[in-house]
């Protein structure tokens, strides 16, 4: 009889810290105790505190350990399996207040959260079909096709308000209302799991740690609108949710719950797993479904809407990774229990990921309604070292910046939109004061740069013109006259371009002028930078303090720094190519960055 | 190809073994503690420990949790086995054997009925 279970984090961000070698190493010492019949190792996916990674969770206590190296497995195992007593040095400390805490749930990075998309992660084996089973795995899927007609599927999704969690927040419900009205046999359900924002990560993480749950939530889909054939669009740099899919098809193919006659209800509905190469114009849904196709990944007008005409020109409806994560949930537990989370026109939970200049990089999931504070302060642990909140990037390089005055505002869809910035697919980024906007602006803008498919010209000149200013600007080389051009060239792009992709692509340019004009106007007219981050207005000078020592003269590599010894040294800015090697050099803080 | 019967003998088998994982209700849940320092299992606490998982798992007792902690200090009185119910005192075991844990699952934990024979004497 198995009394303990030993939860091993395998989702990417842990198994990229050697979490393999942690696993081998628990089975290997369990073995070697003659314990293998009393304890389980398990490999989970992501448990969401992915900076702290690898981390173990040892059950029935729910120990839970953080930053496991392969030499503290032995340890653990000799300490806390064998007699019980938790290995204090290993446990995880909140960062804020250094006592250990014991149990996960006793985090605050845990208490605030409400895990719905992500109830399974790191929870469950994602490789073992029977765990998904114990935790009520597939029982949405035989309620559906046994006790709820197609309407009333559609009806449940619909009441619940649960609306795209892929960028869009188009309510479910009508998509499937649509695709189902749409006329003819054939139809399909497509899952869209090419995620590219920089910094989003939830769809790879429900993915690798509840592959189930989307399998089901597809299969449901297909009843709902009479569709016989799904695909799941995931791009191949994600090689293990790649690979746990395959495993979770296998097995739900084998156990019946996918292929002809599901489970003998004489329901057939199949999947079939497409990879993508990572474009970022391919998560827009109708450059997706061409690629799926077979053809060059780009956008077409819209309408024909997917619901009427998609996929090899038949009615479709593709949804987002996260948006299926809810739907077995809204089945099972009725779809007042889900609307009872959130705001008025946002219900149910969302995931962010966490990234930036914040303690706990990771993903959380939240009711919809939790202020940004929350989510950065009590949740994310605050920002390190000490320093201030400046703004938060959401919706990645389709969103927005969220500035400090709006720090007390409740996160959904609606009032993201109101302030400029969007919810995206959830990706969140955190600046601190020492983030300079034009720069960041600047940063998202060669990201969409580089990733726009060509076919239309606004978004391929436009953006590229777009970002000329933006380094006209941070080489102190522009003028007012050129801001007022570029924010108008802003709203010609988006009004314009053919798909997402180029209709949002000036939102982090227009979103960091309406917050952070000063900014802008500091490069323009003062030729400065306030944060010292972009090179082109930093100048590094010598101060009196200088000793004369030439230890900056001997490390500069183009031979800037000239002078005499125990005399004052000069940087000559025409030969400085800024990278601070002089300033990190000076023992006596005689070189200042301005 | 498996059958919705099938599936649902699946889940109730594997939910006894998963209840393990199950952290939401730390705070009502009873816990069965037992002693497993090196006195403990010297004196034959893996028997016992084995004992009550297998006694709580028979009896699908899902809101009772068997656990290990450290050593209690009285040695000599090895294996100790110490039963937390929610607002009520602690009951401390002593020398129990895998009978007697089966017993203390029967009569206490079910029934609510203390096994006063197992507890510690004055003498």
Known sequence: ?594 | MKSIADIKAIRDKMQSQIVLRDNQDAEQEIRIVVGMATCGISAGARPVFNALVDEVAARNLHNVKVTRSGCLGMCKLEPIVEVHIPGEDPVTYVLVNPEKAKNIVANHIVNGNICKDYLITNN
């Not at chain 1, 304890?39 to 350990?65: N, Q």
């Not at chain 1, 749950?213 to 790649?242: C, D, F, K, N, S």
């Not at chain 1, 929350?374 to 500035?403: L, M, W």
């Open chain 1, 1 to 594: 009889m198995v009394r303990s279970h030993i939860l091993v984090c395998g989702g990417t961000g842990c198994h990229s810290n050697n979490s393999a070698a942690v696993k081998r190493e628990f089975e290997t010492l369990i073995k070697e105790r003659g314990l293998e019949n009393d304890v389980a190792v398990v490999g989970t996916g992501c448990f969401g505190l992915c900076a702290v990674g690898p981390v173990v969770i040892v059950y029935p206590e729910g120990a839970f350990y953080s930053g496991i190296k392969v030499e503290d497995v032995a340890e653990i195992v000799d300490e806390h399996v064998v007699k019980g007593r938790l290995v204090q040095r290993l446990l995880y400390k909140e960062k804020s207040d250094q006592h250990a805490v014991k149990a996960l749930s006793d985090t605050n990075f845990y208490k605030k959260q409400t895990r719905v998309a992500l109830r399974n992660c790191g929870v469950i084996n994602p490789e073992e079909i029977d765990e998904y089973i114990a935790f009520d795995g597939y029982q949405a899927l035989i309620k559906c096709l046994t006790e709820l007609t197609p309407q009333e599927v559609i009806d449940i999704v619909k009441k619940s308000g649960l609306r795209g969690r892929g960028g869009g927040g188009f309510p479910t419900g009508m998509k499937w209302q649509f695709a189902a009205n749409s006329p003819g046999d054939i139809k399909y359900v497509c899952c869209n799991a090419d995620e590219g924002d920089p910094g989003a990560f939830m769809d790879r993480s429900i993915l690798e740690g509840d592959p189930h749950a989307v399998l089901e939530a597809m299969a449901i889909a297909g009843y709902a609108i009479g569709a016989h054939q799904g695909y799941i669009y995931v791009r191949a740099e994600y090689p293990i949710a790649v690979q746990r899919l395959k495993i979770a098809l296998a097995q739900a193919k084998e156990y019946g719950l996918l292929g002809k006659n599901i489970l003998d209800t004489g329901f057939d509905f199949d999947l079939e797993i497409r990879l993508g190469a990572g474009a970022f114009v391919c998560g827009e849904e109708t450059a997706l479904m061409t690629s799926i196709e077979g053809n060059r990944g780009e956008p077409r007008p819209r309408p024909p809407f997917p619901a009427v005409k998609g996929l090899f020109g038949k009615p479709t409806i593709l949804n987002n990774v996260e948006t299926y994560a809810n739907i077995c949930q809204i089945i099972l537990k009725g779809p007042g229990w889900f609307a009872s989370m959130g705001t008025e026109k946002s219900k149910g939970t969302k995931v962010f990921a966490l990234g930036g200049k914040i303690t706990n990089t990771g993903l959380v999931e939240i009711p919809m309604g939790t202020t940004l504070r929350e989510v950065i302060e009590d949740i994310g642990g605050g920002i390190p070292n000490g320093k201030h909140f400046k703004a938060a990037q959401t919706g990645g390089p389709s969103g927005g910046c969220i500035p400090a005055e709006h720090f007390d505002i409740p996160i959904d869809y609606d009032n993201l939109i109101s302030i400029g910035s969007m919810m995206g697919s959830g990706g969140m980024i955190v600046m601190d004061e020492d983030n300079c906007m034009v720069d960041i602006a600047k940063f998202f803008l060669e990201f969409t740069v580089d990733e726009s498919c060509g076919k239309c010209t606004p978004c391929r000149i436009g953006n590229r013109r777009l970002l000329e200013y933006l380094e006209k600007i941070t080489s102190g080389k522009a003028t007012m006259q050129d801001l007022e051009d570029m924010e108008n060239l802003c709203y010609y792009i988006k009004a314009n371009s053919l798909c997402g992709l180029g209709q949002t692509a000036p939102n982090p340019v227009l979103s960091t002028l309406r917050y952070f004009r000063d900014e802008y106007i500091a490069h323009v007219v003062d030729k400065k930078c306030p944060c010292h981050v972009c090179k082109g207005l930093v100048r590094y000078t010598i101060t009196d303090d200088c000793k004369g020592c030439s230890a900056c003269a001997r490390k500069c590599p183009v031979g800037a720094i000239s002078g005499e010894i125990k005399s004052k040294f000069v940087i000559d800015p025409s030969k400085c190519i800024k990278c601070g090697l002089c300033l990190e050099t000076c023992r006596f803080n005689a070189i200042v960055k301005e």
